[in-house]
């Protein structure tokens, strides 16, 4: 599988040049597997991904407004929602180059990503979660699922807890007052070593503004898959996959001794994930 980590660029609907990686290529432009990246991008992750991915299959991954290039400026968006239309505008700048089949995968946070848009009918061939955090409000998460900036995991992360419930309930009540607001910090995993704050509207359009309901998952029509690690950093497997069973009754897979990004490169996951793009 050839790897092209030559960065490429699509156009959105504001006339954005947004950066894409092609992680795996098959020179035909049929079947694209679209990445939507967590709060950390970890691309050495999920360039492993893309190598072991099927032959036939194009792993195309967009990096998320904010964390490259952005008008409003790095670690920000210009508006509540945006990262949505960028993603339908890479899926409809896919088909005009001619891919006939895409799938729409998430890794952790991505996942919430993709939650916001899958009752839109025709939108893709399937959905694909990874390590998912589909909602920060779940009952699902381990104590210090919010932080994560210890140095004995591979996850890298600290939110502001009590900024984000503040600013959170505020929005709920239609009062935006402070969305620019600094609620994460990260890794500048893409302008050297430094780090990167996070605006309140960038995270906050990263996940529906009410928890996902059965009612949301029965609308999707197309095939689904959803894989956590047994050793998961941030979430308890067997809680989410309780969660989930009440409201989907499309696979979940538990990978005994893995945990939240080697999943993305393990084994038993791959042939998991290969044998379903196979189906």
């Known amino acids: 599988m050839k790897m092209d980590l030559t960065s490429k660029s699509f156009i959105c609907r504001d006339l954005h040049e947004n950066r894409y990686f092609n992680l795996s290529s098959s020179d035909n432009n049929v079947k694209a597997i679209i990445m939507i990246h967590g709060i950390t991008a970890e691309l050495h992750h999920h360039e492993q991904f893309g190598a072991?991915?099927?032959s036939g299959w194009d792993v195309l991954?967009?990096?998320l407004r904010g964390y490259d290039k952005a008008s409003s400026g790095r670690g920000d968006i210009d508006h509540m929602g945006q990262f949505?239309?960028?993603?339908?505008?890479?899926i409809h700048f896919l088909r005009k180059k001619g891919y006939q089949k895409i799938v729409l995968a998430g890794h952790s946070m991505g996942c919430g990503n993709i939650l916001r848009l899958i009752g839109k009918p025709n939108l893709v061939d399937g959905y694909l979660f990874i390590s998912p955090f589909f909602h920060p409000a779940l009952p699902v998460y381990k104590r210090d699922s919010t932080k994560q900036d210890?140095?004995?995991?591979?996850v890298d992360y600290d939110i502001d807890t009590k900024r984000v419930f503040v600013l959170t309930t505020l929005?709920?009540?239609n009062l935006n007052l402070a969305p620019k607001a600094s609620v994460a910090t990260i890794?500048?995993?893409?302008e050297g070593d430094g780090k990167l704050k996070l605006s309140f509207r960038l995270l906050a359009s990263r996940f529906m503004k009410e928890l996902p309901s059965k009612d949301h998952f029965s609308q999707v029509s197309v095939?689904?898959?959803?894989?956590?690690g047994s050793d998961d950093e941030v979430t308890h497997p067997e809680k989410l996959k309780d969660w989930y069973e009440e409201r989907c009754d499309q696979p979940f897979h538990i990978i005994d001794g893995t945990d939240h990004n080697h999943i993305l490169h393990d084994e038993r996951a791959l042939r998991i994930i290969n044998e379903w793009l196979d189906d």
């Open 84 to 90: 949505d239309e960028d993603i339908l505008d890479f």
């Open 61 to 63: 991954f967009p990096v």
């Open 223 to 228: 095939p689904m898959v959803t894989l956590i």
């Open 171 to 173: 929005y709920r009540m």
């Open 187 to 190: 890794p500048d995993e893409f």
């Open 52 to 54: 072991n991915i099927a």
């Open 150 to 154: 210890k140095p004995e995991t591979d």
